[in-house]
Each structure stands twice: as C-alpha cells, then as structure tokens.
C-alpha cells in the first residue's frame, strides 16, 4: 500500500447506465446513455441513515424517496442538479426531476451507484453468513 497513490483512493468511479426513460423522453428508440458517479462513503451513510426508524427498522416508504436521493447524487449526465434543467421541466428541486426522468429505472440505478461503491448483493450475503 505504500507504493500506491493516495490520490487515487479518493477518485469517484464513473460509468453509464442505458435508461429507456431519458430515450423516450427524447424520442429515441432503445436506450441513452447517461453517466453516474460513486457517491463518497460517508455521504452514503448518511443516506442509509435516513431509512430507518428509532428501532433499527427500515422504513418501507422512504424506500422509493432513498433510491431517488442516491441518483440525484449520483447521476452526473444529464446534470440533474442544474436549475435550469430542474426548471425546465417544471420541478422545484433535483429530487424531484430525477423522480419525473426516470421513474421505476432509480431502483436499477441506485444499484449501480451501489457497484460503484463497492457493495453488491454477494458481499452482503457473505457479510450476513
């Protein structure tokens, strides 16, 4: 670890995702590519924080409200937190634009973002066994 660069620690992996809800929203057939970034660790606790209730349990309808909080931290094309754009379409915050532009696709999405952090659903199960 020693020989290794600092620096690249902290560089936020990037990718593209191919949504069928921007190609729509363009008029294209098949899917757009849009980019989405790693979010940093501790911003992502604090996400995760918000799901649950005083006892530990996770509070079902902030489900939708949490995916939808990690794209629009994520996703870095289109930029979702421009004013303009948020205006645009006629939403008041980038919470809600990301809501309006890809719907059902924030699931599939924040699993992304998720990969891109590192976490996948094999190392959770490992982690529970």
Not at 28 to 45: D, M, W, Y
Not at 63 to 69: T, V, Y
């Amino acid at each position: 670890l020693l020989a290794a660069d600092p620096k690249s620690i902290e560089e936020l992996q990037t990718t593209t995702y191919k949504s069928t809800r921007i190609a729509r929203a363009l008029g294209k057939s098949g899917a757009v590519a849009i980019t989405i970034q790693e979010i940093p660790a501790e911003r992502l606790r604090t996400l995760q924080n918000t799901m649950y209730d005083a006892k530990g349990n996770i509070i079902r309808s902030k489900n939708d409200k949490f995916c939808a909080l990690i794209c629009t931290d994520a996703i870095i094309d289109p930029p979702v937190k421009d004013p303009e754009l948020i205006k645009h379409f006629g939403c008041s915050t980038p919470l809600e634009l990301v809501n309006k532009l890809f719907g059902m696709e924030v699931y599939t999405i924040s699993d992304k973002v998720y990969e891109l952090c590192g976490i996948s659903d094999e190392l959770e199960d490992e982690i529970k066994n």
